[in-house]
């Protein structure tokens, strides 16, 4: 292992396709890269690791053009190379597959991936060639997705295959993977690592970004690890352990990560439903009580964001019997299931979350807001503001400006805000979909924290999550759901294999595990 503090860790070998030497940036007098030095070979992947905010984004937004390095230099393939605008980099073969979708949603599939790129013959667009080129790229991620379907009506792991399709539909020799499997479960994600390892083959270079460590270590040849803008170390793949990666992330083990289980029995019968169905699920058999987190896994298309969906009324339960809190009807309606107390944080922050041109304290207090006239205006009294102050400590939000736009923040700070948003709303069933998509260790560790801290108060978590990791290490119980419907329930830690067992061949797996 080697470490560094402002000594550039880039190697010199011959065979790096693409070096950054001694890259340094800084915004309005902030350095927030400090002589950062960074290669990858042809045929390998080369992970990029830190917590929000350590400088992993900017380094790239620099590779691709989008922002001019104050120092330093890049070299591709033997030749200095200074990029002042996003399409230079991609003429040169750099290509970038962003976390945050850069995709037009009343556009269709084909036109997305070729867009602003489109083929023509005679002048005008050959879409003809576009949709057949855009199955090409699709099926190379094993999608059936059809090129003229709108993109707007796919699902968010469908939308992020698109993405993937768009960068791969470019004769790229550098890729980069920013947070490519943050929508993606464990099956969509083998497809990708699939994909990867063929584009490593053909000698692509691939720069791999992701706060999920398990999948880190799967794929990566090499990792580097960057905190508050500097390098820390480049890791090989026999070095690069989970404890060694995250200690230089975070400064603490992985055996941190996760609070201990609940350490008294569960309390009253918060949630319970038995049969319930609609038009994604059917006989659906749930009782969550006061003092616990159940966790919810299974595959894209399992039902489980439907199961969220359709306790908090979004899209309600239409047959069954539920009692919701006390033996009060299930609400059928957002607006009830919040006035009874229950708590929606969604898995698409971006867009059902967040106003992000509002400031952090009005997205934070818009429930509390809601619910008592008293908070119905920022000026009225000084309430609104202690509270928000309360609960900004309570998170560790780390956010300068509290007047802000909330969609200047990092996805860890983001995610912290809708979690104060309902803490102030002091409710007795929290429902939390994909709670640490996108964001890094450490904020990861404050939310699991604070969801086992509301837990221990008496509150009950219903969590569905996609990261075995996270249904693992933090749920008092585990539903599995396959084709709409609850499976099995598994006790706290069973095994990634027994939930996927369970997960992709659902009803039929008990009498095989018998």
């Given amino acids: 292992m080697s470490s560094m503090g402002a000594i550039s860790i880039w190697t010199t070998e011959p065979e790096a396709l693409l070096t950054m030497r001694d890259i340094s940036k800084s915004f309005l007098g902030v350095r927030v890269l400090s002589h950062i030095g960074f290669d990858c070979r042809a045929g390998e992947v080369h992970a990029l690791c830190g917590e929000n905010g350590a400088g992993k984004s900017t380094l790239m937004k620099i590779l691709s053009g989008a922002f001019p390095a104050d120092e330093g230099t890049i070299v591709l393939d ?18 970038i597959i962003h976390q945050e979708l850069s995709l037009l949603p009343h556009r269709s599939v084909a036109e997305n991936i070729y867009l602003g790129r489109e083929p023509s013959r005679g002048g005008v667009v050959d879409r003809a060639r576009m949709g057949r080129d855009a199955r090409r790229a699709l099926s190379r991620l094993g999608s059936t997705i059809e090129p003229q379907a709108q993109t707007g009506d796919l699902t968010i792991a469908e939308q992020q295959v698109v993405e993937i399709a768009k960068a791969l539909a470019v004769d790229a020799r550098v890729l980069v993977f920013d947070e490519p499997t943050a929508p993606l ?37 090499r990792v580097t690890v960057l905190k508050d803008g500097r390098g820390m170390a480049t890791l090989t793949a026999a070095q690069a352990t989970p404890d060694a990666v995250i200690r230089l992330m975070v400064g603490r083990p992985i055996s941190d990560l996760f609070p201990p289980r609940a350490t008294r029995p569960p309390g009253a019968v918060v949630l319970q439903i038995q049969d319930g169905a609609n038009g994604h699920l059917a006989g659906i058999n749930l009782t969550l009580r006061a003092g616990e987190i159940m966790g919810v896994a299974g595959l894209e298309g399992s039902g489980k964001m439907e199961l969220a969906r359709a306790i ?35 898995d698409d922050r971006k867009s059902e979350g967040l106003g992000l041109r509002q400031s952090l304290r009005d997205n934070a207090l818009v429930v509390r807001r809601s619910l008592s006239r008293a908070l119905a205006l920022p000026s009225r009294g000084n309430r609104a503001p202690a509270i928000f102050d309360a609960l900004f400590r309570k998170v560790e939000m780390r956010a300068a400006d509290v007047d802000a736009p909330v969609g200047r923040l990092s996805g860890g700070n983001q995610q912290k805000v809708i979690v104060a948003r309902w ?27 604070l969801l086992r801290d509301y837990a221990e108060s008496g509150g009950a978590v219903l969590m569905i999550s996609s990261d075995l990791t996270e249904i693992i290490g933090e749920s008092d119980r585990i539903a599995v759901m396959a084709g709409g419907r609850i499976v099995v329930e598994l006790p706290p830690g069973a095994s990634e294999e027994a939930i996927m067992a369970h997960a992709v061949h659902g009803p039929q797996v008990a009498e095989a595990l018998a």
Avoid: N
């Avoid at 190379?81 to 040169?92: G, L």
């Avoid at 299930?330 to 229950?342: C, Q």
């Fill in 185 to 221: 479960d464990v099956v969509e994600s083998g497809k990708l690592f699939r994909v990867i390892a063929e584009l490593r083959a053909t000698g692509v270079a691939i720069i791999y970004i992701s706060h999920r460590m398990r999948e880190v270590f799967e794929i990566a040849d």
């Fill in 78 to 95: 033997g030749t200095v190379r200074r990029f002042t605008h996003p399409s230079q980099a991609r003429a040169a073969g750099i290509g």
């Fill in 423 to 449: 803490l102030a709303a002091e409710p007795r069933l929290w429902i939390v979909a994909e709670p640490t998509r996108g964001i890094d260790v450490g904020a990861k560790a404050a939310i699991y924290g």
């Fill in 312 to 346: 908090f009324g979004d899209e309600p339960f239409t047959s069954g019997e539920i009692t919701l809190l006390s033996g009060a009807a299930a609400a059928w309606s957002p607006r009830e299931a919040v006035r009874r107390g229950v708590a929606f944080l969604p």
